[in-house]
């Protein structure tokens, strides 16, 4: 597509549920990233996948967050037994990934605000 | 550990100021660097970026950084700010080795005084 499309764009949980997060990268971008943005703060990185290679999940909070991604297409973040501290907004963006293009940066999806209630 | 650093979380400037938001990485290594920005509900759209060549950079809307190894400094600069500048600004890094994710900064919130 055009850009990166998230969905849904606002999510209301209770505490306890599990929540999928949707991500559309923009086609022949390799690189996916997920990113968490608490109200206030700045970006925190979640996890990244690139090509068929294994994804850097480093920053990936706790065992209840989860990310898959099927080849370059889409890609969802699942949140299982959600707490009240992962209301937040939720941002995916690609890239072309490594070697070419590599130093383009990202294009954002408009986000996912995750508010658990 | 790898780092960035916006000083001020907040600014305020006059319309038709000059506008200046600090940006400093920690790293031996020249990394890449980008300027993010963010309005009011909406997402973050590339300002501009380093990667090699000119140290000084322009990007969209009058805005420039320039990159000074000595100083491990990436500070945004714009002549003559404008109310429509009002937004969220993210410093960001991306290491030129080993991880391929980008290393964002806290933010600094622009505010343009009429």
């Known amino acids: 597509g055009a850009g990166v499309s998230q969905s849904p764009s606002n999510k209301v949980t209770e505490k306890g549920k599990d929540v999928e997060l949707r991500c559309d990268p923009i086609s022949g971008h390799t690189a996916l990233y997920w990113y968490r943005q608490r109200l206030g703060q700045g970006l925190e990185f979640l996890i990244y996948f690139q090509g068929n290679s294994a994804p850097d999940k480093s920053g990936l909070p706790s065992d209840r967050f989860s990310a898959e991604r099927t080849g370059e297409s889409v890609s969802t973040l699942t949140i299982q037994r959600t707490q009240q501290e992962d209301s937040a907004v939720y941002l995916c963006?690609?890239?072309?990934?490594?070697?070419?293009?590599?130093?383009?940066?990202?294009?954002f999806g408009s986000g996912t605000r995750l508010t658990v209630v | 550990a790898q780092s960035v650093t916006q000083l001020g979380s907040h600014v305020s400037v006059s319309e038709g100021a000059l506008v200046l938001l600090r940006c400093n990485y920690s790293s031996s290594v020249p990394p890449y660097l980008f300027w993010y920005v963010q309005y009011p509900n909406q997402g973050l759209q590339l300002l501009l970026k380093y990667t090699t060549g000119a140290t000084l950079v322009k990007g969209i809307n009058g805005f420039e950084a320039e990159f000074k190894k000595s100083e491990t400094s990436f500070h945004l600069t714009k002549p003559s700010a404008h109310m429509s500048d009002a937004a969220e600004y993210f410093c960001?890094?991306?290491?030129?080795?080993?991880?391929?994710?980008?290393?964002f900064g806290t933010g600094t919130r622009l505010k343009v005084l009429a």
């Open positions: 960001a890094v991306r290491y030129t080795s080993g991880t391929y994710k980008y290393i």
């Open positions: 963006a690609s890239s072309l990934g490594v070697g070419e293009g590599v130093g383009g940066g990202y294009t």
